[in-house]
């Protein structure tokens, strides 16, 4: 079992900045982190993933505003995401990336999520 | 980008039937990489299928996937009432990850 949760400000102003930390009770290493987003009454989109050597993936519809990155001696890996409007407003996931030709490529294990509202 | 359409929207059904959620691909996915998830109110997705028919640990025999290529299907073969829920499938290819837009499972 792995635990991940989610921290960071739950209130983002219209071109601001949203940070948002999830802490892995395990460590980071043979497995990617990913981050999903969930517009309220809408469907789940995928953000984008990292590695625990820190190569990454985004969605090509986010690329241009957004930074996953990961901290190794924390167990902990970052969403960064810039110019935010109210379209980004959801609920952001973290999750357990596993990517393997036998045992699929799926999120096995996410975080309880946590609400961000784009709002001035 | 490989879109996913899910059918129908909405699944009326009783306990004790059986549920059939169709998952259809803009493109050919490849079998490995086609998952469902399930999610209740105020929680989390939850990894119910991988490699289109292979369950997650923990998850009932109740619940089987099939298909390939551009067509999948998740089977509830007696629905319980903790299976009333949203029911996503995901894809992977190109290193890009896709969802479907979800079929809501409803009580009749």
């Known amino acids: 079992q792995v635990q991940l949760q989610e921290s960071g400000p739950g209130l983002v102003k219209p071109s601001g900045t949203l940070s948002l930390t999830c802490s892995v009770s395990?460590?980071?290493?043979?497995?990617?982190w990913g981050w999903i987003r969930q517009s309220p009454g809408m469907g789940l989109e995928w953000i984008g993933h990292v590695s625990f050597s820190g190569d990454t993936k985004y969605n090509p519809s986010l690329r241009n505003r957004v930074i996953i990155s990961a901290d190794t001696s924390k167990n902990q890996f970052s969403l960064r995401m810039i110019s935010v409007t109210t379209a980004d407003t959801a609920v952001y996931y973290c999750?357990?990336?596993?990517?393997?030709?036998?045992?699929?490529?799926?999120?096995?294990?996410w975080g309880q999520g946590a609400l961000v509202t784009v709002s001035s | 980008e490989v879109v996913l359409t899910q059918s129908p929207g909405t699944l009326s059904l009783s306990p004790g039937e059986r549920a059939t959620l169709s998952c259809r691909a803009s493109?050919?996915?490849?079998?490995?990489?086609l998952a469902w998830y399930q999610q209740k109110p105020g929680q989390a997705p939850r990894l119910l299928i991988y490699?289109?028919?292979n369950r997650a640990t923990g998850i009932p025999d109740r619940f089987s996937g099939s298909g390939s290529e551009t067509d999948f299907t998740l089977t509830i073969s007696r629905l319980e009432p903790g299976d009333f829920a949203l029911y996503f499938c995901q894809q992977y290819g190109a290193s890009q990850f896709t969802f479907g837009p979800g079929t809501k499972l409803e009580i009749k």
């Open positions: 395990r460590e980071l290493t043979a497995y990617d």
């Open positions: 493109q050919s996915v490849r079998s490995s990489y």
């Open positions: 999750a357990r990336v596993r990517i393997n030709v036998i045992r699929g490529a799926v999120f096995d294990f």
């Open positions: 490699g289109t028919s």
